[in-house]
Each structure stands twice: as C-alpha cells, then as structure tokens.
C-alpha cells in the first residue's frame, strides 16, 4: 500500500464507513471505541517493555495493528466532528514549538 497523507486518510476511512459501515457510531460511542483501543495499546506496551508478562495465548506482535485500529476511531472522531487533522497537526507542532522549543532541551531530567 502506498503512503497516505492525514488528509487521505481521512478521504479513505469516511469511504469505508460509508461502504461498509453504514453510518459513524455516534461520537461517544466512538469516544469509548477509542479507550478501548487505547487499552489495548497499553496491554501491549506494558507487557513488551513494563514488568507484566503476556498471558498465555497472547501476541505481542500486535502493536502495530492496535495503534492502527487507535488512528482509525480517532479519524473517525476528526470526520463527524469536522475537524481536519493535517491543519490541526500543524497548529499543534507550531504552538509546541514556540511553547517548548528550549524547555526540553533545558531539563536535566532527560540528559
């Protein structure tokens, strides 16, 4: 598959809703879809690099396919809601910029 910009991603998530899905589940909903990916991200993280150990049956493997399903109900969320991820993307590295352009490189925490 080729790469895809946020924009196109977008483009292509709201057409498999719209041919598969039949409608977006409503935003809260959606918003508890999301925690439950996000947990399932955790699950993972946790055991590859925390201190709990995966259950029998378990696949670390998987990471890569949770964060997936993560952007996927996240641009899910973006598109009923109108918003626009590559702009908002942008906004957020310009005020991260400005805002934090020194504090990171100034902690001793992180030497």
């Given amino acids: 598959m080729e790469d895809v910009t946020l924009r196109e991603a977008q483009q292509k998530v709201d057409e498999w809703i719209n041919q598969h899905g039949v409608r977006y589940f409503n935003e809260l909903t959606n918003m508890a879809v999301l925690t439950e990916e996000v947990g399932e991200v955790a699950r993972i993280i946790s055991r590859s690099y925390g201190e709990q150990s995966f259950k029998e049956g378990e696949d670390s493997s998987k990471l890569g396919e949770e964060l997936a399903d993560v952007l996927f109900v996240l ?20 005020k991260k910029t400005q805002r934090d352009s020194l504090r990171h490189k100034n902690n001793t925490k992180l030497e």
Avoid: D
């Fill in 75 to 94: 641009i899910c969320i973006a598109n009923q809601t109108g918003v626009n991820l590559t702009e908002e993307l942008v906004k957020s590295l310009t």
